[in-house]
């Protein structure tokens, strides 16, 4: 009973999230500010009052129109919040009703929360990258840095069982047991550990030396999804997406004016992380060679007030740069195999935050996956000769999300598969 309760309420939450969300949504890619000015009707400008503002059932009772002007209200307003409040719901079910990542088994969500919370800011903020990204073919990267945020503070402040604490718990599908614990655990040594907080220091540090022009930037603007990756033009479907299409091509033809030499490029970004790479090895020499760095470092792990939180702070760390560091390897070998610009900045910036939430396993496993349903996608499109391409975002947000959802059984797949991998070797 107690579940079914806590499913409502966790729904609407959801729809009054999604309703922030369809702000984000709307004014990130607008570079407007997401606070002020409060809603208003896009047709005629009016205030929108309190009480046509309520997630979902205000769209019904409007039937989807503004009350002065009646000019329409795009469905995507109930929509995104519909689907925010589900998406809630479903992390609920799936996590302490199913068991599908053994949290029911040792905590619920009273003591719990802050990691569901962490969690579903996890796909609440992919949700608005992947609208985003869909639309404007760009990642809103603030949204990235504060779910991030949330997943380390979250980690830092109230250790999650399967985020680096050492608890071993047994994941369970559907409540039963599916692959060894020791295949499962998301969390690292102190000495991974101390390699990750180096390495993000490193990060940190390129970043202010590329704030005072130390370090030149690559490409011209390295923070926005590049557009001259995307496969060759397909006829638009529609007027809409044909002033969309005109302005990628103008994107292109001026880089094509201005001849980029993606190769030289992309070594600017490998300038970028040698701070990191630096430190990182630094630190792994501190910690295994001096014996009484070592002693200090593990002591600090193993007892004492803070060891469990410092241990899951590290491991979302570790998330962190693993996420990021698949995607961006792959843009480096990419762009320095092809010649031309592979992979954007903005889907770096996702998978590190999904890294930051969940730890390290997940990022890796959605790295693998999330190709698979763009092929997915893309054979529909070819089958039905439908034509309509999607950048990378949405794959790696609908990646996460069956990963997290059917954490044993897809995650249990991939260790199957991965040990079987091993043993070839
Ligand atoms: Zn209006």
Redesign the pocket.
């Known amino acids: 009973m107690h579940h079914v309760v806590l499913a409502i309420f966790l729904f609407t939450l959801g729809a009054c999230i999604g309703s922030f969300l369809n702000v984000v949504i709307h004014r990130v890619p607008r570079n407007e500010s997401v606070v002020f000015p409060p809603s208003?009707?896009?047709?005629?400008?009016?205030g929108i009052r309190w009480y046509d503002n309520i997630p979902i059932l205000s769209w019904i009772a409007l039937k989807g129109?503004?009350?002065?002007?009646?000019?329409p209200?795009s469905p995507r307003y109930l929509v995104i919040e519909a689907v925010t409040g589900g998406l809630l719901v479903a992390l609920y079910v799936c996590y302490y009703v199913l068991g599908a990542r053994g949290v029911a088994a040792t905590e619920p969500l009273g003591s719990s929360w802050p990691m569901y919370a962490a969690h579903a800011a996890l796909l609440c903020g992919l949700l608005a990258c992947a609208m985003v990204d869909i639309e404007c073919w760009i990642v809103p990267l603030e949204a990235c840095w504060v779910v991030s945020v949330v997943g380390l503070l979250s980690a830092a402040l109230k250790p999650h069982p399967f985020l680096g604490a050492p608890v071993a718990i047994t994941p369970k599908l559907f409540g039963r047991p599916f692959v060894k614990p020791a295949l499962y655990d998301a969390g690292i040594s102190p000495t991974a550990g101390a390699i990750a907080l180096a390495a993000l220091v490193g990060v940190g540090l390129a970043f202010v030396l590329l704030r005072y022009g130390y370090i030149r930037q690559s490409f011209i603007d390295a923070s926005d999804r590049q557009l001259d990756q995307d496969p060759p033009e397909p006829p638009p479907a529609s007027s809409g997406k044909k002033k969309k299409k005109k302005a990628r091509d103008a994107a292109v033809v001026e880089k094509e004016d201005v001849p980029v030499n993606a190769r030289k490029e992309i070594l600017w970004e490998l300038v970028y992380l040698a701070p990191a790479a630096v430190l990182a090895v630094a630190a792994w020499l501190v910690v295994t060679k001096v014996p009484a760095a070592r002693g200090v470092w593990k002591s600090w792990h193993e007892a004492g007030p803070i060891a469990q939180n410092l241990g899951c702070a590290e491991a979302a760390v570790f998330g962190y740069l693993v996420g990021g560091l698949w995607i961006w390897g792959m843009r480096i070998l990419g762009t320095l195999a092809f010649g031309r610009l592979a992979m954007g900045m903005g889907d770096v910036h996702i998978l590190a935050a999904v890294g930051a939430v969940t730890g390290w396993i997940v990022p890796s496993v959605v790295f693998f996956l999330a190709p698979a349903f763009g092929l997915i996608w893309a054979i529909r499109l070819w089958a039905t000769k439908a034509q309509r391409e999607l950048p990378y975002g949405p794959w790696l947000a609908v990646a996460t999300l069956v990963t997290m959802l059917f954490h044993g059984a897809v995650v249990g797949f991939f260790a199957t598969y991965a040990q079987a991998i091993k043993q070839l070797w």
């Open positions: 208003h009707c896009p047709a005629c400008g009016k129109r503004c009350r002065f002007c009646h000019g209200i």
